[in-house]
Structures are given as structure tokens and as C-alpha cells.
């Protein structure tokens, strides 16, 4: 992130840093690393996948990876599953190539579907995270993410999170969306991407609304499936499971946030914006001068 250098942990450590955690007592870790498998050392990836395996410990792990890579490299994600891959972040961002290539994200739509198969198949929980709302994203293109994450529900994707595109403080975005004007608020609670803090070329509570509801809608219809599909009593469908009895359990407060809650909070966005608007740029503009940033 901060320079050119890449440095990887040996097979043998990392082996041994998973013995530690086991002997802690857990049974699950997250490996929080955006490069864990990459085309450039999927080797090295094996030959970690062949050690875990031999060992005979049963461990579960979640991983960050590209859906490139499980569409060009099936076999080696078979491997990671029988040696415990359980679950896997992936990094979608939209639904249409025009925005991916603005992203500069190197995948396409039809290759992410062909990923979440591979991973589906080898009984691999896949979560996809999305950001929208981005200046240069119209409103067709935003449609076409939120229709793309439905059609990637049906390919085996688990589950979604709809992130807004979010400027923040110290970035080169945050000064180029201040110079151009673009800054809704400066309201540091909001800055979470969770909620637009920026104007975009879809209205913000509408953006907001639409996010969560797609979100929404998303986890509803997974739902109906996993309670009209038997659990083939393996680990994906253990995890399924539990997944299903959380939503149902919890499926009333749901749909209270879904048709209340949320079309409140979209009006007060609505309101604080309004309110807001002409104070915003001059209080950011004086903190780029503070920073020596103008």
C-alpha cells in the first residue's frame, strides 16, 4: 500500500502462526490480506494448501480474493477449500465494465459470474461488496449493479453489502471533491459508506434508499431459498443454515427497518442536505488552506 516492495510469509510460518491460534482454542480465522491469492504466488499458495491438508488439523478460514482469479484457476480453489477454505470476500464494485474500467479493477461482469460458480461449486460462502454512487457513475450504470448482484444471487453469490462511494478526508479524492464543489457535508459521522456524502448523478436519498433496499431485498430472497432447499448436511450448508434460522429469527425487525426506518432516515438526509448545502463548501475549502492542500 505504501511503497513497491512486496514481502511474502513463508509456507512454515504461517503454518505455524495457524498452530497458535489452534492452540488458542479457535477454530476460525480471517486471513486479512487483499493479496492472499493472486495470479503471482499461487504456488506458494499451494504448497500452503498441500501443508495444511497434510497436517490432518481441521481449521476454517476466510480469505479476501478476485473472482478472476477462482474463474482462471479452479483447481487451485478446490485446494483451498479441502484444506479449509470456508468463505471469501470478494471485491465486485460494479455490475457494469465501463465503471470496472474506471475503477481500474482489471475483471469483468461475465468473468465474476464465472468465479462465484467456481467457488459455489467447491461449497465456498462467497460475500461480494459493491460500491456505487461514484461521480462518474449514471444512473443506468447504478441500476445495472443492483440487477447484476441478483443475477450473481442466482450464480451462488451468499451474500452482498452495497458500500457508497465515499470521499475521504486526506485523499485525493476528498480535495478534488472539494475543489469541484461536490461535498454534501461535513458531518463526520456520515463518512462511513454508509450514507452519500457527496452529490453524484443520483440524487443522494435516493441513492441511500435504493442501496439498502437492494441490500434488503437481496437477504429476503436468499432467504426464501435457503427455506425451500433441503441442507445437504455438509459445511456450506451448515453455515446456509444458520444464516437462514439468523434472518428468520430476526425478519420482523428487518422489514420494520426496511418500510419504516429506512424511508425516514432517507427524508432526514434529505432535510440535513438541504440545510447544509451552501455552508459546506467554504467550511471545506478552509480545511484544504489548513493543510496546505490549496
Same mark, same amino acid.
Given at each position: 500500500?505504501?511503497?513497491h516492495?512486496?514481502?511474502?510469509?513463508?509456507?512454515?510460518?504461517?503454518?505455524?502462526?495457524?498452530?497458535?491460534?489452534?492452540?488458542?482454542? *479457535?477454530?476460525?480465522?480471517?486471513i486479512?490480506?487483499?493479496?492472499?491469492?493472486? !495470479?503471482v504466488?499461487?504456488?506458494?499458495r499451494?504448497? =500452503?494448501?498441500?501443508?495444511?491438508?497434510?497436517?490432518?488439523?481441521?481449521?476454517?478460514?476466510?480469505?479476501? #480474493?478476485?473472482?478472476?482469479?477462482?474463474?482462471?484457476?479452479?483447481? #487451485? #480453489?478446490?485446494?483451498?477449500?479441502?484444506?479449509g477454505?470456508?468463505?471469501v470476500?470478494?471485491?465486485?464494485?460494479s455490475?457494469n465494465?465501463?465503471?470496472?474500467k474506471r475503477?481500474?479493477k482489471g475483471?469483468?461482469? /461475465?468473468?465474476?459470474?464465472e468465479?462465484?460458480?467456481v467457488?459455489?461449486?467447491?461449497?465456498i460462502?462467497?460475500h461480494g461488496?459493491?460500491?456505487v454512487?461514484?461521480?462518474y457513475?449514471?444512473?443506468?450504470q447504478l441500476?445495472?449493479?443492483?440487477? *447484476? /448482484?441478483?443475477?450473481?444471487r442466482?450464480?451462488g @453469490?451468499?451474500?452482498?453489502?452495497?458500500?457508497? %462511494?465515499?470521499? @475521504?478526508?486526506?485523499?485525493? /479524492?476528498f480535495s478534488?471533491a472539494v475543489?469541484?464543489?461536490?461535498?454534501?457535508?461535513?458531518?463526520?459521522?456520515? %463518512?462511513?459508506?454508509?450514507?452519500?456524502v457527496m452529490?453524484?448523478q443520483t440524487? !443522494?436519498h435516493?441513492? *441511500?434508499f435504493k442501496?439498502?433496499? /437492494?441490500?434488503?431485498?437481496?437477504f429476503?430472497?436468499?432467504?426464501?431459498?435457503?427455506?425451500?432447499?433441503?441442507?445437504?448436511?455438509n459445511? %456450506?450448508?451448515?453455515l446456509?443454515?444458520?444464516?437462514?434460522?439468523?434472518?428468520?429469527?430476526?425478519?420482523?425487525? *428487518?422489514?420494520?427497518?426496511?418500510?419504516?426506518?429506512?424511508?425516514?432516515?432517507? =427524508?432526514?438526509?434529505w432535510?440535513?442536505f438541504?440545510k447544509a448545502?451552501?455552508?459546506?463548501?467554504?467550511?471545506?475549502l478552509? #480545511? =484544504?488552506?489548513?493543510?496546505?492542500s =490549496?
Amino acid at each position: 500500500m505504501w511503497g513497491h516492495c512486496w514481502r511474502f510469509k513463508s509456507v512454515k510460518r504461517i503454518v505455524k502462526e495457524l498452530q497458535l491460534i489452534k492452540a488458542l482454542g *479457535y477454530n476460525w480465522v480471517f486471513i486479512v490480506d487483499d493479496n492472499f491469492l493472486v !495470479p503471482v504466488n499461487l504456488k506458494e499458495r499451494e504448497l =500452503l494448501f498441500n501443508e495444511l491438508r497434510s497436517n490432518g488439523d481441521k481449521f476454517n478460514f476466510i480469505s479476501q #480474493i478476485r473472482a478472476d482469479v477462482a474463474a482462471k484457476h479452479p483447481d #487451485i #480453489i478446490g485446494s483451498a477449500a479441502n484444506s479449509g477454505l470456508r468463505i471469501v470476500f470478494l471485491g465486485m464494485e460494479s455490475g457494469n465494465d465501463d465503471v470496472l474500467k474506471r475503477m481500474r479493477k482489471g475483471t469483468s461482469v /461475465a468473468t465474476s459470474v464465472e468465479g462465484i460458480k467456481v467457488l459455489h461449486k467447491n461449497g465456498i460462502l462467497t460475500h461480494g461488496g459493491f460500491v456505487v454512487g461514484a461521480p462518474y457513475e449514471s444512473k443506468s450504470q447504478l441500476n445495472s449493479t443492483f440487477e *447484476y /448482484a441478483d443475477q450473481l444471487r442466482m450464480a451462488g @453469490l451468499d451474500s452482498v453489502q452495497f458500500s457508497i %462511494y465515499t470521499p @475521504l478526508p486526506g485523499t485525493n /479524492a476528498f480535495s478534488k471533491a472539494v475543489k469541484d464543489n461536490s461535498l454534501l457535508t461535513l458531518d463526520w459521522n456520515l %463518512y462511513d459508506c454508509l450514507h452519500p456524502v457527496m452529490r453524484s448523478q443520483t440524487k !443522494p436519498h435516493w441513492l *441511500y434508499f435504493k442501496s439498502n433496499t /437492494a441490500a434488503a431485498l437481496f437477504f429476503l430472497k436468499k432467504w426464501i431459498s435457503g427455506r425451500s432447499t433441503q441442507p445437504l448436511g455438509n459445511d %456450506y450448508s451448515k453455515l446456509v443454515r444458520n444464516a437462514t434460522r439468523f434472518i428468520s429469527k430476526n425478519l420482523m425487525e *428487518y422489514l420494520k427497518d426496511l418500510l419504516v426506518i429506512l424511508p425516514l432516515n432517507s =427524508l432526514k438526509l434529505w432535510l440535513i442536505f438541504r440545510k447544509a448545502e451552501n455552508a459546506v463548501s467554504r467550511d471545506a475549502l478552509e #480545511i =484544504l488552506r489548513q493543510k496546505g492542500s =490549496l
